[in-house]
């Protein structure tokens, strides 16, 4: 699911007219100029594998098929899926793995799976896995046991440096993120994700983007709290 | 799910420890004193039927048995269930009636849950049925059939006068929640019902318990903001 929204000319249009300066991110809950297209997209349940637990799963010498691109640059839901069995048993058929293969195993679910799960997940980037479950993920070929590193991953926003400039921002930072719906909400805190390639890109998960019904969003806004 | 705290007293000695008048509602974000324990509780999918259609249902005059009593008083959750059927004949398994019968038939659920079934449900209060779909319900005597009904229930906080007073809301006006957790999240216009018996209590879906945590939350503000 992806919604674009083009603030910026809106946004200096409205600023002009009323001879607003720029916003200078130190009033409360000031609005950012969007410097881009803000994209905002839900990642779907999924899991990153190691090259070596993928030959474990699908065969010695697999290799993962791109199936769909996704939004940034070099990166792809496979064609591969894996079955998740939780510890009481409980199943997910079809996890898509998201390459390319990673150096270390990671599974990334909602609340709503994990608690259909009957998992504890904590809430986690991408790589932390203090206090995560296990699991079994069970390919074709063969099977593989994770002893942690199923998380709820932590909502977040990509940005490239000239993004993390136009918001003022360095990575490992916080920003916020409005959705104007027919059931708004604001998101607090997304961890800023700065890299050189990155394009800006908001990550939420399948319960953010259907409690706020961002595919019917009207408005996106990504700001900064002031002191 | 409850999750209950008591700011009241802390926010009290807060305030006089800092030498801060009470809020006055004009300032943004303003957080209002909570007059009493603020209770938020999610309302997992569920449906209302008219006492005729309860006999349809489950045979000539028979009335709904109590399971278990909700927060306000009076109201229940049913032991009767009924199967869900939707218009892919996507089905919900033990769809839990709440009572006392009402004077029509409503479904409500979260996006998830019509997501699954393939529905596009409107985010309405109680009783608005506005373009929204229709389902069958079956009994283990008969089916009805609903020819709308079925809503994403709009979040809202139940009150009474002593609450409405201390809020300075009226039957209708909006407050925002924050609810402060490893996933914090503003859920935005709440509406407010107020009514003489009510006990003050904020109703969330399964969704947007799920995108904040809400079983974990550390902090809750139920807040209006200034002009």
């Known amino acids: 699911m992806t919604t674009v929204l083009d603030r910026s000319v809106v946004e200096r249009l409205v600023r002009e007219a009323l001879r607003m300066p720029p916003s200078n991110g130190h009033a409360p809950f000031t609005l950012r100029d969007i410097p881009t297209k803000l994209v905002v ?4 349940r999924h899991c990153h594998v190691t090259q070596s637990d993928l030959e474990r799963l699908f065969g010695p010498g697999h290799k ?48 709503s799976d994990a608690i259909m799960l009957g998992l504890d997940c904590p809430v986690r980037k991408s790589g932390d896995h203090r206090d995560s479950p296990g699991a079994y993920l069970l390919g074709p070929v063969g099977m593989i046991r994770m002893e942690r590193g199923v998380i709820r991953h932590e909502r977040h926003v990509h940005m490239g440096p000239a993004d993390a400039a ?50 019917r969003a009207t408005k996106l806004e990504l700001f900064s709290q002031g002191p």
Chains 1, 2 share one sequence.
């Open 64 to 111: 993962l098929t791109p199936y769909k691109q996704l939004y940034q640059d070099g990166f792809f839901a496979a064609e591969e899926t894996v079955t998740f069995i939780g510890p009481r048993h409980r199943m997910i058929n079809n996890l898509r793995i998201l390459g390319p293969c990673r150096d270390h195993n990671q599974v990334e679910l909602a609340f």
């Open 41 to 44: 997209n839900v990642s779907a």
């Open 166 to 215: 136009e918001y003022g921002v360095k990575d490992g930072d916080r920003l916020h993120l409005r959705i104007k719906s027919a059931c708004s909400a604001v998101f607090e805190d997304l961890l800023v994700r700065l890299a050189p390639a990155s394009k800006l890109e908001v990550h939420l998960d399948t319960d953010e983007g259907n409690a706020c019904n961002l595919a």
